[in-house]
């Protein structure tokens, strides 16, 4: 059973730092992409940012570029999310995702499996 688990929410004030951890397990990743997505309160989800489970080259939606970073440790198989700098507009519940390589990185639906999210909220 494929399980994404997110850690690592909580209340920041503007211009804070958090990382979010996603753990995953059931299955082997090593074809899979690994994203990051938010939905906020009546928005629809978006993508954040995305990397291979086996490294290369990131990919981050305009909005967090350079605020936000994301990684993964294989032997953890863990990915984060570090971000910095964080606005009110960042305030959103945290996805994690895992979607097959060849598909359209920033689509929702290209990703089969998804954590059950973690709340980050950014007072101003």
């Known amino acids: 059973q494929v399980q994404l688990v997110e850690t690592g929410g909580g209340l920041v004030q503007a211009g804070g730092s958090l990382r979010l951890s996603c753990a995953a397990s059931?299955?082997?990743?090593?074809?899979?992409?690994m994203g990051w997505f938010r939905q906020a309160p009546g928005k629809e989800r978006e993508f954040v940012a995305a990397?291979?489970?086996?490294?290369?080259?990131?990919y981050y939606a305009d909005s967090v570029k350079g605020r936000f970073t994301m990684s993964r440790d294989n032997v953890k198989n863990t990915v984060y999310l570090q971000m910095n700098s964080l606005k009110p507009e960042d305030t959103a519940v945290y996805y994690c995702a895992a979607g097959p390589l060849y598909g359209v990185i920033r689509a929702q639906n290209n990703y089969d499996y998804w954590g059950q999210g973690t709340q980050v909220t950014v007072s101003s």
């Open positions: 990397i291979p489970w086996t490294g290369g080259r990131e």
């Open positions: 059931g299955r082997t990743f090593s074809t899979y992409r």
